[in-house]
């Protein structure tokens, strides 16, 4: 059974920085395509950051040049790194795996984030 667990996050001042690690237990990590998502209040969940097998790397406008995906194939975990945040990184913050061969989908339960002064 995959199973998806976050971590990190929490409360920061605006200009801070906060890493986010997801650990997926199962086999399918190394073949499956990770991702970030979030859901902010009142709005819909939408797509952060990607990252394939390849460790390939794909962002949202928005996080561009302050937030970071990597992945470690070795551990089965992926990781944000989040820099230079604005409140309106304020959400929760859900991990993705995406077993493209079976298009098995698979969600971590969130973790919020809260960017404020």
């Known amino acids: 059974q995959v ?68 992945r470690d194939n070795a551990k089965n975990s992926v990781h944000l790194q989040m820099n230079n945040l604005k409140p309106e990184d304020t959400a929760v913050y859900f991990c993705n795996a995406h077993h493209v061969r079976t298009n098995f989908i698979a969600w971590g339960k969130g973790h919020p984030v809260t960017v404020s002064s």
């Open 3 to 70: 199973q998806l667990v976050e971590s990190g996050g929490g409360l920061v001042l605006p200009g801070g920085s906060l890493r986010l690690s997801c650990a997926l237990s199962g086999s399918i990590f190394s073949d499956s395509v990770m991702a970030w998502y979030r859901q902010a209040p009142g709005k819909q969940r939408e797509l952060v950051a990607t990252t394939t097998p390849s460790g390939s790397t794909n962002y949202a406008d928005s996080v561009k040049g302050r937030f970071t995906i990597s």
